[in-house]
């Protein structure tokens, strides 16, 4: 199985209401295991909305998600949330950290959430922060760290309890271009070391160009490139 499928995906927003917008008419999508894939589209596309729902942040009008080979629109919500917690990790543009927490602390508390102890929580984000060049920063507030510091953070979080699955939107999006290329090389080298499956929306096609392939997404729907 692979381990995202998306079929005919369909999604409206004010269905009905003045400024009703069909966003997705029947987006379809396979990752393989392993497999990382540029999600390519001009901004108002809906990749935000075609992310959340393979995240099983939000569901579909129509059409069916399947991670690792599970359907998932007939789950409770008790299944979905374990198994976004678990298989399926998020980057977006802005890092969206706990300010109050240090960086370590921004690891290990989804670690927590999900079961683990507080000494392999720590150890793993320990281990983390070192595979992004992060382990002199492990103490510091957000506020404290640079943005392409945090945005690091930021992926490290989402990789605390090894997911199968990276869902990034415009995951360097608001850092300058060079720190933007540097630190999606983090990502990346991050993703290949944990042979993780990956969607990385980005509107930079050098950066897209580094992936194993390209989905354009366009009048809501999936096409290759
Ligand atoms: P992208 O991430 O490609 O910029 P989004 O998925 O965020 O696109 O949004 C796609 C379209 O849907 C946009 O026109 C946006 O204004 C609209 N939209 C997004 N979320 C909502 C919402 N909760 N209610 C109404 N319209 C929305
Ligand atoms: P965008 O504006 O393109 O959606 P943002 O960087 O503003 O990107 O991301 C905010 C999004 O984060 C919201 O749309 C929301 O659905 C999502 N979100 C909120 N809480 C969580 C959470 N706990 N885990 C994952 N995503 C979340």
New binding site residues.
Partial sequence: DPILRLSGIE?V??RGKP?E?Q?LRGASLSIARGEVVALV????????????IAGLLDQPDAGTVEIGGEAMQDRSDRRRTAVRRADVGFVYQFHHLLPEFTALENIVLPQLANGASRAEAEARAKGLLDSVGLSDRADHRPAALSGGEQQRVAFCRAMANAPRLLLA??PTGNLDPETSERVFAVLLDLVRDTGLSAVI?THNLELAARMDRRVR?EAGKLHPV
């Avoid at 589209?41 to 959340?52: F, V, W, Y």
């Fill in positions: 999604k927003y004010k400024g917008v966003v589209a001009p901004s108002g596309a809906g990749k935000s909305t075609l992310l959340h939107d415009e929306a997404l």
